[in-house]
């Protein structure tokens, strides 16, 4: 062990074991990287898009931490290994715009109903 390795703290060595265990998975698995209108990383993964940020309230992503290394998003470990594939999804993000919209069904003079859609 050189005396490099004895100035990282376990957490971050760890939080580097999972996030290539995490990445390796997504590349396995043909996940894309996508950068939203306001900057915010997500994945594209199984037909799901999972928001890379690392709050306690984002289940998706404590789904796949806690499937690929069978650890939650909480652990000091984890947020290492979050930031890491921050920093890869970054490198490789395509740039898209996701717009969030809702329905509202309107009446017009026939009485047929339409469904039309508002952009916020």
Partial sequence: MANDDLAIPKPERLGEVFAQKVLRHIE??????LRDENGALHLILDRCRIQLNPT?????????????????????AAKVAIQRI???AAQKASCI?????????VLDCTFRS????FFE
């Fill in 56 to 76: 306690a309230d984002n289940y998706q992503l404590a789904e796949l931490m806690l499937k690929v290394c069978n650890v939650s998003t909480l652990s000091p």
């Fill in 97 to 105: 715009h996701l717009r969030r919209f809702f329905p509202m069904t």
């Fill in 28 to 33: 396995q698995n043909d996940g894309n990287y």
């Fill in 114 to 117: 339409k469904a039309v859609y």
């Fill in 86 to 88: 921050q920093v890869e």
